[in-house]
């Protein structure tokens, strides 16, 4: 940590666990999870509360080699929607993310928060109990929207469109679209912009190219 800062670096570190929803289904099973959410199970709180202290302490220990950020990590959305309600979000998980985020901010670190999916209803929340940078799926939302959601309070880290774009559009259509990224999540937002993009395997070399160059095009710009 202490080399990379001496570097100049920004450095985001995780902690284990980073996926708090998702270790949740990993643990319990995915359709048991969704089950014991609806009933209000006891034994769900219980579980949910012993991970959260795992978790707390998890961070401790990240934060003790006081890095810059701390990176969390649950997909939350399908395609189009949350996997549960926004209530129950709210009812449930929203008190647990304030506590973990409230011990990296008493440390002096940013919220970093990845989540893929349709989230675009719960980002005033995410911004309410301390998410700093936030890096939602491009995909599932219209770049105009989401850039509204977070406009003067969130720094957002990009994500350049992996169901279509990347994979299957031209170096061209690539290019665009990370112009269109900068000019609408950089310019007048006050919270910033983290251009990035995730390459898997299905992506044209070409393409990976075309969306490095566009960054160090179009990337550096007089505010």
Same mark, same amino acid.
């Given at each position: 940590?202490?080399?990379?800062?001496?570097?100049?670096?920004?450095?985001?570190?995780?902690?284990?666990p980073?996926n708090?929803?998702?270790?949740?289904?990993?643990? &319990?099973?995915f359709?048991?999870?969704?089950? +014991?959410?609806?009933?209000?199970?006891?034994?769900l709180?219980?579980?949910a509360?012993? *991970?959260?202290?795992?978790?707390?302490?998890?961070?401790?220990?990240?934060?003790?080699?006081?890095?810059?950020?701390?990176?969390?990590?649950?997909?939350?959305?399908?395609?189009?929607? *949350?996997?549960?309600?926004?209530? *129950?979000?709210?009812?449930?998980?929203?008190?647990?993310?304030?506590?973990?985020?409230?011990?990296?901010?008493?440390?002096?670190?940013?919220?970093?928060?990845?989540?893929?999916?349709?989230?675009i +209803?719960?980002?005033? +929340? *995410?911004?309410?109990?301390?998410?700093?940078?936030?890096?939602?799926?491009?995909?599932c939302?219209?770049?105009?929207?989401?850039?509204?959601a977070?406009?003067?309070?969130?720094?957002?880290?990009?994500d350049?469109?992996?169901?279509?774009?990347l994979?299957?559009?031209?170096?061209?259509?690539?290019?665009?679209?990370v112009?269109?990224?900068?000019?609408?999540?950089?310019?007048?937002n006050?919270?910033?912009?983290?251009? &990035?993009?995730?390459?898997?395997?299905d992506?044209?070399?070409?393409?990976?190219?075309?969306?490095? &160059?566009?960054?160090?095009?179009?990337g550096?710009?007089?505010?």
């Amino acid at each position: 940590m202490d080399e990379l800062k001496a570097k100049g670096f920004f450095v985001i570190v995780g902690f284990n666990p980073g996926n708090y929803f998702e270790r949740l289904q990993w643990l &319990r099973g995915f359709r048991n999870l969704m089950v +014991d959410l609806v009933r209000g199970s006891r034994e769900l709180k219980l579980f949910a509360d012993r *991970l959260l202290e795992y978790c707390l302490k998890s961070i401790q220990l990240v934060l003790e080699a006081k890095p810059d950020a701390v990176s969390f990590a649950d997909d939350w959305g399908t395609q189009d929607r *949350l996997m549960i309600s926004p209530s *129950l979000w709210r009812s449930f998980f929203k008190p647990k993310y304030r506590e973990m985020f409230k011990l990296v901010h008493d440390h002096n670190a940013y919220v970093y928060f990845h989540s893929d999916g349709y989230i675009i +209803d719960i980002i005033p +929340d *995410l911004y309410e109990i301390g998410v700093d940078v936030l890096n939602p799926q491009f995909s599932c939302h219209r770049l105009e929207e989401l850039a509204d959601a977070v406009r003067g309070k969130m720094c957002i880290s990009s994500d350049v469109d992996r169901q279509y774009v990347l994979p299957r559009g031209t170096s061209k259509e690539v290019e665009a679209y990370v112009k269109k990224i900068i000019d609408v999540f950089g310019y007048g937002n006050n919270g910033g912009l983290i251009g &990035r993009g995730e390459v898997n395997i299905d992506v044209p070399l070409e393409n990976v190219e075309a969306m490095y &160059r566009a960054f160090v095009r179009y990337g550096e710009y007089k505010w």
